[in-house]
């Protein structure tokens, strides 16, 4: 779809103006994104790829957001199209740097004051099923390998008996808090498509491998989060621990279900 094709379809709902710009964006691993200049009103525009692999409700995504910017948590979402292809959302302006060459403890500082704000949201939205998902993504992959099928097999067993075990442990989480996702000062929170009740452990890992922290730069994640918390660095460290199969496995099932190689 070209911009001349997004500026007629959003123009009645958005009420765009015949002075409106489209511009292109960089970034998104699977999706489209542009930026949407009708002065003095802007927006951020999703163009949705790939997403049979990814099976995501985006209608239950958009109604979980609106809760979110109510709380300023979170952009206001304000158009979803009818066949869920296209979002727009109000634009938030980034006042830092969206890539980091090296990150220092300012940095991992914030992300573990973001992950703590998330964690401490109480909402209602739906529960991380990873087993279910594991198998969704499995279906997606062409020809998965004997040795996936049956990591995943194991691993729905394990997780189902970890996941009884730890409802102490269920929190709000986002799943994918990239430093790119911060906006600093508002405190609010880009991209909410993984966003749901989970293990706050998982979170944090998923935090920690997102924004390619070393092992260093992950324990003072852990350790900051830990003293925000209030919780004790070895059940931290514990129930991280416990989670970290589970993400390297997710990870992996993810990049494969929509054709990408996992980063190192």
């Not at 692999?53 to 158009?79: C, G, N």
């Not at 049956?150 to 990239?178: G, R, Y």
Request: proline share 3%; aromatic share 8%; charged share 20%.
């Amino acid at each position: 779809m070209n911009t001349e094709e997004l500026i007629n379809l959003l123009k009645t709902p958005l009420a765009l103006s015949d002075d409106t710009v489209v511009s292109s964006l960089s970034g998104g691993t699977i999706n489209h994104s542009y930026y949407i200049n009708d002065d003095p009103n802007e927006f951020l525009l999703k163009h949705f790829q790939g997403e049979d692999s990814l099976a995501i409700d985006r209608q239950e995504r958009f109604d979980l957001q609106l809760q979110l910017s109510k709380i300023r948590l979170a952009p206001k979402p304000m158009y979803l199209s009818s066949e869920r292809a296209i979002y727009v959302e109000q634009w938030v302006k980034q006042c830092q740097e969206l890539e980091l060459s090296s990150f220092e403890n300012s940095h991992i500082n914030e992300l573990a004051i973001a992950l703590t704000r998330v964690h401490h949201v109480e909402i209602k939205t739906k529960t991380v099923n990873l087993a279910k998902d594991w198998q969704s993504y499995l279906l997606s992959i062409a020809n998965p390998s004997s040795i996936l099928v049956e990591q995943v097999t194991k691993l729905s067993t394990q997780w189902i008996l970890s996941n009884e075990d730890s409802a102490s442990s269920h929190v709000f989480c986002h799943n994918d808090l990239a430093w790119a996702h911060l906006c600093l000062p508002t405190e609010i929170i880009l991209d909410w498509e993984y966003a749901a009740i989970g293990n706050r452990y998982f979170d944090i890992l998923s935090c920690a491998r997102v924004n390619g922290l070393d092992s260093k730069q992950q324990d003072h994640l852990l350790v900051r989060y830990a003293e925000l918390n209030k919780i004790s660095i070895d059940d931290v460290y514990k129930g991280c621990g416990k989670q970290a199969s589970f993400l390297e496995l997710t990870y992996q099932l993810w990049h494969e279900a929509v054709g990408l190689e996992p980063e190192k």
